[in-house]
């Protein structure tokens, strides 16, 4: 589970009972980090490993499933080191991991297999008309490559190539029924997830008055 004001990363053995197994006090880079430590994870099924997302925890932290062992990266990229605020997260089809930038500056990409473990990559943001609290959650969709980040204040969907890294504020209209301010409310969604056949994104409400589902084919 993702320590988000949690003294510690507490892992639950649904196999057995479900036993909570308190894995170590929760890292962070510096006491002006805030409370606010992680508010999202993505579980590598490949190398059996979970990272952990930081939201005021100013490191990205990786736990071994297999032995509990911790570790963290901090070398962020100048574009996000002043403020590497993150919510929400995924990997790609070549073990990637992508972060979603809630105040970061820019999204960031991670190496998360191979010698390169823990390499980061800025990746610039479109122009926006808001700067903070932008994006809460995301929808990969495997069979196109393309990372879709759900708008919290940002006044759109924004899909990323996760070929290129190149990021575009998606053409999509939201419906009519949320009424003509909508580009301009703030905290539209709180997250989001993708159908199993992996064809669309469903954005669960906040301030919305409806879910929103996206065809990933349509981009409607």
């Not at 070549?94 to 191979?114: C, E, F, H, K």
């Not at 905290?187 to 929103?212: A, D, H, I, R």
């Amino acid at each position: 589970m993702a320590p988000f004001k949690s003294a510690a990363i507490v892992r639950v053995d649904t196999w057995h009972g479900g036993t909570t197994v308190p894995i170590r006090p929760v890292p962070a880079r510096n006491s002006a980090t805030g409370s606010h430590f992680f508010a999202s994870v993505s579980v590598d099924v490949a190398t059996g490993s979970v990272w952990f997302v930081p939201f005021e925890a100013g490191l990205l932290v990786r736990v071994n499933e297999s032995n509990n062992l911790v570790d963290t990266f901090s070398d962020w990229p100048d574009e996000v080191n002043a403020d590497p605020c993150f919510y929400g997260s995924a990997i790609d089809r070549r073990g990637v991991l992508w972060l979603v930038p809630y105040n970061a500056a820019a999204i960031v990409s991670v190496t998360i297999r191979g010698a390169d473990v823990g390499r980061m990559r800025a990746h610039a943001l479109p122009s926006l008309s808001k700067s903070s609290s932008l994006f809460i959650g995301c929808g990969y969709d495997r069979h196109r490559d393309v990372l879709w980040l759900i708008a919290h204040t940002s006044p759109s969907l924004v899909k990323v190539d996760t070929v290129s890294g190149l990021a575009e504020i998606a053409p999509t209209q939201w419906p009519a029924e949320l009424g003509s301010g909508f580009p301009l409310q703030i905290y539209k969604f709180c997250e989001g997830c993708v159908t199993p056949g992996g064809q669309s994104l469903w954005m669960v409400p906040y301030s919305s008055k409806l879910p929103v589902r996206l065809d990933f084919e349509t981009e409607a």
